[in-house]
């Protein structure tokens, strides 16, 4: 966390700079030249629209001071927390002392954490991670149809794609382009027909794996929602846990760096509705346990932190014949954010 805040207040500092520089050229322009006067202007509001992004910080107010004075804020909090938690670990701390932070109280100090949608919230709210998704066709299965960036659709026959390191072989699956390795991403995607399974899988995984392995969620480097026909699950290190919920052909996938999660959500008429939140929970420390081992939980305790090790990259999975499905397209006041990721 200290890192983060860290590196938002050193490109707050860049940021400040470039204002800096554009307020001064602004300045330098002569009255009546109107036209050097509007170029001028135009670039002194690009500069401050590159400089709203979602982190944490003041977001409509250039307060350089106040953000300095929120990481020492940060900073002090932590080092107590860690303090204190040191001091219970050698058996010092008292019940009238300070407590350890606990898992909810932590995500609640993330600003990009959404561990605390707990069940349905506003789209919008997700729009501020928008994230653009494109299909990369050199890792796309010979059996997949793409069309444009946006679609992809499982077919019977075989298209004659060039040859490509990072294409599928024995999968019918394709990633998106880019990698994932910091912050927090939302993007969705349209389930038009079949079974299909969405998720992240690491960058470097091989794609020449066996079916068996190489399946999103059938390894320790990859995870997925999966609809087959019937209900939902979701699939990690080849564990499966199956969801109650109704099909929703609009899913969202969010991705958090800072917490370590996955989460899908079904979205319906502007709102977002938890299907599932993926993280390693933190593991007792003594006594016998309260309720029964959940087997898929206790594998995603083990490995499911490991995977944030890597880089990631969106990835889709047509399990059936004639599964289709489509990129959302993300509309509304999202626009802005994805011109800048």
Request: one cysteine or more; hydrophobic letters at 35%.
């Amino acid at each position: 966390m200290l890192g983060r805040s860290q590196a938002d207040l050193q490109r707050q500092e860049e940021q400040r700079s470039r204002l800096s520089r554009a307020r001064h050229n602004l300045s330098q322009v002569p009255e009546a030249d109107s036209v050097s006067f509007l170029q001028e202007l135009l670039a002194l509001r690009l500069a401050l629209e590159e400089g709203c992004s979602p982190g944490p910080g003041p977001p409509r107010e250039l307060s350089f001071t106040k953000s300095s004075q929120a990481v020492r804020a940060v900073r002090e909090v932590l080092t107590a927390a860690c303090a204190s938690q040191w001091e219970q670990l050698r058996g010092l701390g008292t019940e009238d002392g300070p407590q350890k932070l606990s898992t909810e109280d932590a995500e609640s100090q993330d600003p990009d954490s959404t561990g605390q949608l707990e069940s349905e919230a506003p789209r919008d709210y997700f729009l501020k991670f928008a994230y653009i998704v494109d299909l990369d066709s050199d890792t796309a299965d010979k059996f997949l149809q793409l069309f444009g960036t946006k679609g992809v659709k499982r077919v019977l026959c075989p298209i004659n794609y060039p040859e490509s390191p990072t294409r599928f072989s024995h999968c019918e699956q394709v990633l998106g382009e880019g990698a994932l390795d910091r912050g927090t991403y939302y993007w969705e995607v349209e389930i038009i027909e079949g079974w299909v399974s969405v998720g992240v899988m690491a960058e470097d995984f091989s794609p020449q794996e066996p079916y068996d392995r190489g399946r999103l969620g059938r390894n320790a480097h990859s995870c997925c929602l999966q609809w087959n026909g019937r209900g939902f699950s979701v699939w990690f290190h080849g564990l499966e846990a199956p969801l109650p919920h109704a099909f929703s052909p609009t899913v969202g996938i969010c991705l958090e760096y800072a917490d370590r999660a996955l989460a899908f959500y079904a979205v319906r008429d502007g709102k977002v509705t938890l299907l599932r939140r993926l993280k390693a929970t933190r593991a007792r420390r003594s006594g016998p346990p309260t309720s029964p081992i959940d087997p898929f939980q206790s594998r995603l305790d083990s490995h499911f932190s490991g995977l944030f090790t890597s880089r990631l990259k969106p990835a889709f999975f047509l399990e059936s014949v004639d599964a289709h499905l489509q990129i959302g397209p993300l509309k509304k006041s999202c626009i802005s954010v994805l011109k800048r990721r």
